[in-house]
């Protein structure tokens, strides 16, 4: 089966028609409604088809799927089937050796073992195969680190080895250029992590992660959402509605919080309200302002805490929205009953 090369280098292309994707929303996640667990223990109990909440035992849901082999074994020996071995052919990999060979190390004593085993690893894989099979396995450690699904993984592993075929990044730390896959496969998959997260996750300095992102960015004309297998014009930088979704989930927030403070955003930017902060600084003094404009009770440090942003930094931004709050709040919330002024307090910190 022929796969077509995924991250294709940046070519000028005919201006095509925006296409609309569909996928699932990979940044919610999914919880208990009964416990609320923040890290839930779902189980699929295969045998009656439910899904169940290991804690609580509240059924999520029924007739689910048995994703499990489907085979079964005839045979007089115990064990599994002989014919069924090994892993599945795994599309990044391809060109290079899959099956591997594993010597013993008992060899009494002779030391022939080792020498079998240098010899073996010499002759299996080149150097840059090495490499490329450590850098996997790293990414695939930081995801799982990072609580992101193996979609992000493998567009992460996808761009790795087409700058390494490219040699885009020669030079670089190997943390760094992982660190930078990572970052633009979380905005390809529209679940963005800021500069400070990744960094935080991989211990690589801000600066060289922004070398080797920009590196990438121009050689593969990369934008949020693009298609790993074709080329697309660039697009605008991660803003902070698309973290809005991570934060209202991560602060126990309901669904209208998120749409209202998407709202108010839009027009702080459309008046030119609080121009020049981060998106993360944005966001997390737009959830606090829309928190107090609808009546619910959400303290600047849990905000903080989860946005990764200072108490000070959302409270500027909440003065500058409180300053132009008729600009900002429609009058079909206050005649509804859903936003009330007078729930916003007045903070006159300097």
Same mark, same amino acid.
């Given at each position: 089966m022929a796969y077509a090369q995924p991250f294709p280098l940046a070519a000028p292309?005919?201006?095509?028609?925006?296409?609309?994707?569909?996928?699932?929303?990979?940044?919610?996640?999914?919880?208990?409604?009964?416990?609320?667990?923040? &890290?839930?223990?779902?189980?699929?109990?295969?045998?009656?088809?439910?899904?169940?909440?290991? &804690?609580?035992?509240?059924?999520?849901? %029924?007739?689910?799927? %048995?994703?499990?082999? $489907?085979?079964?074994?005839?045979?007089? %020996?115990?064990?599994?089937?002989?014919?069924?071995?090994?892993?599945?052919?795994?599309?990044? @990999? $391809?060109? @290079?050796?899959?099956? %591997?060979?594993?010597?013993?190390?008992?060899?009494?004593?002779?030391?022939?073992?080792?020498?079998?085993?240098?010899?073996?690893?010499?002759?299996?894989?080149?150097?840059s195969e090495r490499n490329i099979l450590t850098a996997f396995r790293d990414i695939s450690s930081w995801c799982d680190q990072f609580s992101l699904p193996k979609t992000i993984s493998d567009i992460a592993k996808q761009l790795y080895k087409r700058s390494d075929e490219e040699k885009l990044l020669r030079g670089k730390p190997l943390d760094a250029v992982i660190a930078a896959c990572i970052f633009i496969a979380c905005r390809q998959a529209h679940v963005p992590r800021t500069f400070r997260e990744i960094c935080n996750l991989t211990h690589v300095s801000k600066k060289v992660l922004g070398q080797c992102y920009k590196a990438l960015e121009q050689a593969f004309n990369l934008s949020p959402g693009a298609n790993a297998h074709q080329s697309s014009t660039p697009g605008p930088s991660t803003g902070p509605e698309t973290l809005l979704v991570r934060y209202c989930n991560h602060l126990d927030l309901p669904a209208n919080v998120q749409s209202i403070c998407s709202d108010i955003i839009q027009a702080a930017r459309k008046h030119g309200i609080a121009d020049g902060r981060s998106p993360v600084s944005i966001a997390g003094g737009a959830i606090y302002f829309t928190c107090h404009l609808l009546g619910k009770d959400k303290h600047a440090r849990d905000i903080s805490a989860v946005a990764g942003v200072s108490e000070g930094t959302i409270k500027l931004v909440y003065r500058l929205y409180y300053a132009e709050k008729e600009k900002l709040v429609k009058q079909e919330w206050i005649d509804d009953g859903k936003a009330k002024f007078d729930n916003l307090p007045f903070d006159s910190t300097k």
């Amino acid at each position: 089966m022929a796969y077509a090369q995924p991250f294709p280098l940046a070519a000028p292309q005919q201006p095509k028609s925006a296409q609309q994707l569909f996928g699932p929303d990979l940044a919610v996640r999914l919880i208990c409604p009964e416990c609320r667990d923040p &890290n839930p223990n779902i189980v699929e109990e295969f045998g009656s088809g439910d899904l169940v909440c290991g &804690n609580c035992g509240l059924v999520l849901g %029924d007739r689910i799927v %048995d994703t499990r082999s $489907e085979w079964r074994t005839f045979a007089n %020996d115990e064990g599994d089937d002989p014919s069924r071995v090994g892993a599945a052919s795994d599309p990044l @990999m $391809e060109g @290079m050796e899959q099956l %591997d060979t594993v010597i013993s190390f008992r060899d009494g004593g002779s030391g022939i073992a080792r020498e079998l085993q240098r010899a073996a690893s010499r002759s299996q894989n080149s150097r840059s195969e090495r490499n490329i099979l450590t850098a996997f396995r790293d990414i695939s450690s930081w995801c799982d680190q990072f609580s992101l699904p193996k979609t992000i993984s493998d567009i992460a592993k996808q761009l790795y080895k087409r700058s390494d075929e490219e040699k885009l990044l020669r030079g670089k730390p190997l943390d760094a250029v992982i660190a930078a896959c990572i970052f633009i496969a979380c905005r390809q998959a529209h679940v963005p992590r800021t500069f400070r997260e990744i960094c935080n996750l991989t211990h690589v300095s801000k600066k060289v992660l922004g070398q080797c992102y920009k590196a990438l960015e121009q050689a593969f004309n990369l934008s949020p959402g693009a298609n790993a297998h074709q080329s697309s014009t660039p697009g605008p930088s991660t803003g902070p509605e698309t973290l809005l979704v991570r934060y209202c989930n991560h602060l126990d927030l309901p669904a209208n919080v998120q749409s209202i403070c998407s709202d108010i955003i839009q027009a702080a930017r459309k008046h030119g309200i609080a121009d020049g902060r981060s998106p993360v600084s944005i966001a997390g003094g737009a959830i606090y302002f829309t928190c107090h404009l609808l009546g619910k009770d959400k303290h600047a440090r849990d905000i903080s805490a989860v946005a990764g942003v200072s108490e000070g930094t959302i409270k500027l931004v909440y003065r500058l929205y409180y300053a132009e709050k008729e600009k900002l709040v429609k009058q079909e919330w206050i005649d509804d009953g859903k936003a009330k002024f007078d729930n916003l307090p007045f903070d006159s910190t300097k």
